[in-house]
């Protein structure tokens, strides 16, 4: 089942989670025994249902409304419907309707992460962690390629320092999938 959503994901040229970010993101839910989840960006769904088949309770945006419909025919189809919420709804607008997550993952427009990952630390459990996905974009180079995609990864490269520097945050990052960060409160 899973694999026909990566075909269907891969026809319509729809970006989902990388197999190796998948697995660590599996490894991270396990390690800390991590229940309620919080997605930004669903798609069609896949890693929120991936991440149901790992026990948790998903609750994630998705702003198109035509891939939200896809997302929520596939939760259905897969029997998740008791465990995934998609929420169509334009994440940069602040939702007050959520719990308190354990796990807050940010996958979706890359210029706006700093904004997502302040609009939503509110809702994360005091010992919860937020990762990210999509931080090393393909691996490009500023020198390969044009002025929007330069401007881009110029954005990538001021929100790792903003994690870097956050005084309330201690971040580590993974080059797994399309390079991960795991942000944790500080302790001291
Ligand atoms: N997490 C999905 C997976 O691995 O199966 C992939 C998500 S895809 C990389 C990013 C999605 O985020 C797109 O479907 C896009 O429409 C959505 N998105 C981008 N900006 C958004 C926003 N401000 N609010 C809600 N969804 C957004």
Do not use: W
Request: hydrophobic share 40%; glycine share 4%.
């Amino acid at each position: 089942m899973f694999s026909e959503l990566k075909k269907y994901a891969k026809d319509h040229h729809i970006p989902i989670i990388y197999d190796d970010g998948l697995l660590f993101l599996k490894n991270l839910i396990e390690i800390n025994n991590v229940k309620d989840v919080l997605e930004i960006g669903t798609a069609i769904g896949y890693s929120a249902l991936q991440m149901a088949s790992f026990g948790c309770q998903v609750d994630t945006f998705e702003r198109n409304e035509t891939l939200a419909d896809i997302a929520k025919d596939n939760v259905k189809k897969f029997g998740y419907e008791s465990q995934i919420q998609v929420i169509l709804h334009d994440a940069l607008v602040p939702y007050e309707n959520l719990k308190i997550y354990d796990l807050i993952f940010i996958d979706a427009a890359k210029a706006q992460y700093q904004k997502f990952f302040e609009i939503y630390q509110v809702f994360l459990k005091p010992n919860g962690m937020i990762v990210c996905d999509n931080l090393s974009f393909h691996d490009l180079k500023k020198e390969d390629v044009n002025r929007h995609t330069k401007q881009l990864l110029g954005k990538i490269e001021r929100f790792k320092q903003f994690l870097i520097n956050h005084p309330d945050f201690q971040t580590q990052f993974d080059a797994v999938g399309d390079g991960m960060s795991v942000s944790k409160r500080r302790t001291t």
